[in-house]
């Protein structure tokens, strides 16, 4: 019997989709993603700013089949065996919860569940064409963003048990 390598995957669900313009486009359930660099903030139409970073997917072959699947049998633009994806999330631009995003989301940064639609991009440079894979995120389907400070550090550093000292008037029993 073979020895299978053991590969973390960051997809927990492919939903296939249906565009009318016959691109592909697939709906993905994502864990434990990390922000590969700062964020990017511009303004779009309408009042919101769209913030988007790169991030990377990881896959077993299993989960990369079925993704080829999903997104019509393209293949998928690769970095070190990971899926490479520019995550976008559009926000409108006065809102608390664009401030929380932008204090929270930089280099490193952990989103612990997110829900997205997984879209194709092509575009021509020095006339060659080139296809990147774009991520677009609902803001109100990510779970919550671990600054990479906060990510593990805080248990880790202090090396001591926590503390669980009670006296009987905190129960309210």
């Known amino acids: 019997?073979?020895?299978?390598?053991?590969?973390?995957?960051?997809?927990?669900?492919?939903?296939?989709?249906q565009r009318e313009d016959g691109k592909p486009s697939a709906i993905l359930a994502l864990r434990s993603m990390r922000a590969n660099s700062n964020p990017n903030v511009r303004a779009v139409k309408g009042g919101r700013v769209a913030i988007s970073f790169p991030a990377n997917i990881s896959a077993d072959e299993y989960k990369k089949k079925a993704l080829r699947y999903a997104m019509n049998g393209m293949v998928l633009p690769e970095y070190n065996g990971r899926i490479s994806v520019n995550v976008v999330m559009f926000?409108?631009?006065?809102?608390?919860?664009?401030?929380?995003?932008l204090?929270?989301?930089?280099k490193g940064s952990l989103i612990p569940?997110?829900?997205?639609?997984?879209?194709?991009?092509?575009?021509?440079?020095d006339n060659e064409t080139h296809t990147t894979l774009n991520l677009t995120v609902d803001p109100s389907n990510i779970t919550t963003i671990k600054a990479p400070e906060?990510?593990?550090?805080?248990?880790?550093s202090t090396g001591s048990a926590p503390n669980f000292n009670m006296s009987e008037d905190d129960l309210p029993f």
């Open 150 to 156: 906060a990510d593990g550090a805080d248990a880790e």
């Open 113 to 125: 569940m997110m829900l997205g639609r997984l879209e194709t991009n092509t575009y021509t440079k």
């Open 103 to 106: 204090s929270r989301l930089e």
């Open 1 to 17: 019997m073979t020895e299978q390598k053991q590969v973390f995957n960051n997809i927990v669900g492919i939903e296939r989709q």
């Open 91 to 101: 926000i409108d631009e006065n809102s608390k919860f664009k401030d929380w995003v």
